[in-house]
């Protein structure tokens, strides 16, 4: 059931290797090429803003690991869900979430895709089919796969992709999950976006099973590794695990070895690993390596691409403006949407 | 009218629910094959089949968290917990998921759900087996806790629990299941945060919820004969708490205990007491006094549970305290 795990993607990935007898349209790379930069720009925008005080709260950036989102996505249907947990700006954007709503949520403003109640690490779009942004490591492995049994249960041929880091995958949450989700056959696919690093504690250190492809052994689970730096081989493994899951055959894992080029979150040193090693992901860009290909088979003009850098940059300017404009939720807001019921009796003291 | 089981009664509540709407399903450990280890879900594998009555393994947190994650996709999960004290390893989904998708989602996603399952004391069963869990659920906003006292109650609060759009949490008892009592033969809906008056009194007003309410129902009898008439107040739900039915009966009988199954701090008897001197203070001749489980884990000998549990004995002093005939 389970394949082999693959080489290391850090030996895979050659710059514009699969240009010349890709199986992928012009259109799939362009759109790869846009909404990754626009991910990338997005955050590194969020950063900034994030040291300059503009918004509060933790902050965990997906730089680098953007080819997961853009494979993942190019290879599902827009009636499919999407569940990951707190590092979770680049999955809406992904699924096409207007970025002024993902700032405003990080501004903690009323106009945020969440009203201001979630910020960075709880957004949502129930329109595309974004279920969270969930705080609690692993609490999305259970729920997401929950997300899915609904979907059998209905008889759709909708499939969810349940993400997480590889800090999760040592969760009982994703053991205990694991285990319903095969013997049931749920229409899941779960996504390790495996950047080696929980926190600052890499796999190595917390596991003697440090393939994590195969956790799913000893569940039945088919399951395998793929390079995280390549939207054409995610895509790839995405369709596959999708066909799997919509002809009634259960649930899929894949460890996606990807990097994420920036701290956890806003506040760590980086003591764990070497600038050289972050330096050899990087020069495995999945951004770059879409333009590569983009211009050996000039698809698109210096102008066009120009067009498509303007239009990224334009979107994250205005999507700042739009959340420093917006207002705070105001004080009511505190006691709506915390039960669907409209007359809940809260207790209201001094 | 008709004389049915507690369990019956609960089960003729999910029945009927999963009857009339096909998004309720209800899962858990034994609850199909096995007929429920407390035989709450007999026969419903045969009728619905085991799309709708589903049996898990032992994985409190995962299939709590499957749930959870289903009621978000649009279905009406029942979840039956052995006990709530396993279910303490759900905690997680219940308190972090369930209680908060809404607010965190900004109003997108809602969990109606029902998590459902023995709770407190059952007899010689030891610490871990044998919690109260009214206090710490109903700490919680987001969720509502229901705690039912009789088969009445319980049929038709389940069933308004298993329609509300909310996470609910259902406490009942192990030692409840084969209580009788009568039910009328057609539907009914209890609402959700309403007290219930058991015993009409006037010099005293006990407010107590769940099973231990019968010690109540003991005590009135034997105060009765004393010439000191009690009013039983039935909380039914401690999340939202029915504080005017509490209140209103104060003013009338100027004195209160509260009998509560669990432990005494930050409990629900904390709760009724603040709100008392709160609301109530010009109206009290007594302080607010309160029998409850002693401050110590649960233990094994028969001598400890009737050194910790409330009973008879205790009400009584504590009534007769609030009258100054001590």
Redesign the interface.
Known sequence: MATKAVAKPSKTTKKSSVASKSKFSKETYVKWYKDMLLMRRFEEKAGQLYIQQKFGGFCHLYIGQEAIVAGTVSGSRPTD?H?TAYRDHAHPLGLGTDPRVLMAELYGRTT???????GSM?F???DKNF??????VG?Q???????????K??ETDNVVFVSMGDGAVRQ??L???F??AV?WKLPVIYIIENNNYAMGTSVERTTNVTDLSKIGLSYDIPSKSVNGMSPEAVHEAIEEACDRARRGDGPTLLDIRTYRYKGHSMSDPQKYRTKEEVAEWQAKDPIDHCLDVIKENKWLTDAEIEEINNWVKKEVEESVEFAENSPYPEAHELY??????TD???IKEY | MKTVQFREALREAMSEEMRRDKSVFLLGEEVAEYNGAYKVSQGMLDEFGPKRVIDTPIAELGFAGIAVGASMNGLRPIVEFMTWNFAILAADQIINSAAKMLQMSGGQYHCPIVFRGGNGTAGQLGATHSQSFEAFYAHVPGLKVITPSNPYDAKGLLKAAIRDNDPVVFLESEKMYGDKGEIPEGEYIIPIGVADIKRAGTDVTIVSFGKILKVAFEAAELLEKEGISCEIIDLRTVRPIDYACVVESVKKTNRCVVLEESWPLASISSEISYHLQRYAFDHLDAPVMRVTQTDTPFAFSPTLIDEALPNVARLINAVKATLYRN
């Open positions: 869900s569940m945020g895709c969440s009203k201001g109640k979630g709880h949502f779009d129930k279920m969270g942004g969930h705080g609690i609490a492995i259970p729920m997401g796969t929950g997300v899915a049994f609904a979907e249960y209905n009982g949450a053991h205990e999950t285990n319903m013997n709506e949407d915390v039960y669907k019921q809940y009796p809260y």
